[in-house]
């Protein structure tokens, strides 16, 4: 029996081999790449999971977990001859203690279902990427994400307890707990993160938190996209520690306008900041961060009165990266990060960058902890345009590196940025990371072609 009767046997059904079946899962959210497997499988249970990766080891075929398929940086890109596991099915909240504030997930529960079934017992799952209505927590574990209020709360990392994991060459293993205090290595918060590259979750112990009781959401445009970088800085020096700092300029504001209607003010940059807590500290908080506004030059303050006024504002925000496709056929988004304090040279550079290249660069970005989120404009149907549009993203990425920052924040290095880690890492640092993986993957299997570049020399 070949290796597909043996897989379709073992997920009867579910597996999907058709042209046209396969078709969805030739991309991920960044479709300027794309591959067609030889096998999508949709596993229901983690025994099927388990079983299909000890047939992928047996065989030698390589294997690529996804979730909702959001990953912008190719991380959940087919490898040719491979084969998908798609989780999407695997969606059930196992337990959900408010006692001990944990909840115990599949690995394609989608991230926002977690906090709504929270909700009754006055609790949240902190991190809340802008794809947060359709990612899932595996492919959250898989690019440690972070969202608008990491910030304050930290990135996935600092919400997984613990990970019931398969291996690449199929050994079930469990990592971490259920506690905030572990004995040992932290082999939880090493998985995380990794890309897909040291095996498939199967289970994820995630940490709930109280919901703040109460909000204070604040709305400032500037005249310049550098002076709302400088206003984060003022804030963070005034001693304040807001639950989210946001930024968007004026093409993605533009954007945000026509997909959602945000009520927006017109401005070339706009600062969200939004603090939470308890109500007698955001009160004072707040009264120290309308001074620092004022300091900072803005020229329009809003300030939420209500949820609905709110939930107005950040849907602006959090429709910023889809919105852009109004304004551009195609768009590459980057995540590079620098540190805080160099916000504003930063984005003078990408400014200049953009017009020595002639294409329109919109930024929207985490403006609290310096992780940036510029999108590049172009046309693939333009003769090469794509190829300068990847140029100059790629020139984005070594600011970021020679700022003293990183080349991703959260959307990883998959496919996209992998060229650019000897940018960032030395030969030894990168040698390291592949004998890791050789040692957990001999055959290479999971996640193929991702991360780590082609060739690595001491």
């Avoid at 047939?55 to 084969?83: D, M, N, Q, W, Y």
């Avoid at 006692?99 to 709504?116: T, Y």
């Avoid at 404009?377 to 590196?401: F, H, M, N, T």
Wanted: proline fraction near 6%; glycine fraction near 12%; charged fraction near 25%.
């Amino acid at each position: 029996m070949g290796f597909l009767e043996e897989l379709k046997a073992l997920v009867p059904g579910r597996v999907l081999t058709k042209e046209a079946e396969l078709a969805p899962y030739e991309s991920d959210a960044l479709t300027a790449y794309r591959r067609r497997p030889l096998a999508v499988v949709l596993p229901e249970r983690k025994e099927e999971v388990v079983a299909v990766v000890r047939l992928c080891h047996r065989h030698g075929v390589p294997f690529v977990a996804r979730g909702s398929g959001t990953s912008l940086s190719g991380g959940s890109l087919p490898v040719e001859g491979g084969i998908v596991l798609a989780l999407n099915r695997m969606n059930r909240i196992l337990r959900l203690d408010p006692k001990a504030r944990i909840a115990v997930v599949e690995p394609g529960v989608v991230n926002l279902e977690v906090s709504k079934q929270a909700v009754p017992f006055g609790l949240l799952y902190a991190p809340d990427p802008s794809s947060q209505p359709v990612s899932t927590i595996g492919g959250n574990v898989a690019f440690n994400s972070g969202g608008a209020h990491c910030l304050k709360y930290g990135m996935t990392a600092n919400h997984v307890l613990g990970l019931e994991i398969v291996t690449p060459q199929g050994e079930v293993v469990r990592l971490g707990g259920e506690g905030l205090e572990g004995v040992g290595p932290d082999l939880h918060g090493f998985f995380v993160g990794t890309e897909g590259l040291l095996g498939v979750a199967l289970e994820i112990t995630l940490r709930l938190l109280p919901r703040p009781e109460a909000y204070h959401t604040l709305l400032a445009a500037y005249d310049s996209l550098e002076r709302a970088g400088e206003a984060v800085s003022l804030v963070i020096r005034a001693g304040l520690l807001p639950g989210a700092m946001e930024i968007m300029d004026r093409l993605s504001i533009e954007a945000a306008e026509k997909a959602v209607r945000a009520g927006y003010p017109q401005a070339e940059a706009l600062l969200i900041v939004e603090l939470e807590g308890p109500k007698e500290e955001v009160a004072e908080e707040a009264r120290v961060l309308h001074g620092v506004i004022q300091e900072s030059g803005a020229y329009e303050v809003r300030v939420a009165r209500s949820e609905a006024e709110r939930q107005a504002i950040w849907k602006g925000r959090k429709a910023a990266f889809s919105a852009v496709g109004r304004l551009s056929p195609d768009y590459i988004v980057q995540d590079g990060v620098v540190p805080r304090s160099r916000l504003g040279e930063a984005l003078r550079e990408i400014q200049r960058l953009s017009q020595v290249y002639g294409l329109r660069v919109a930024n929207v970005f985490h403006a609290g902890d310096g992780n940036l989120h510029p999108l590049v404009l172009y046309d693939g149907k333009r003769p090469g345009e794509l190829e300068r549009a990847e140029e100059l993203a790629g020139e984005i990425l070594r600011l970021c590196v020679r700022l003293g920052g990183s080349l991703t924040g959260e959307h990883g290095i998959g496919v996209e940025k992998k060229a650019y880690m000897p940018e960032m890492f030395a030969p030894e640092d990168l040698l390291a990371m592949e004998r890791v993986k050789a040692a957990l993957d001999p055959k290479g299997l999971a996640n193929r072609g991702k991360v780590l570049p082609e060739e690595v020399h001491a």
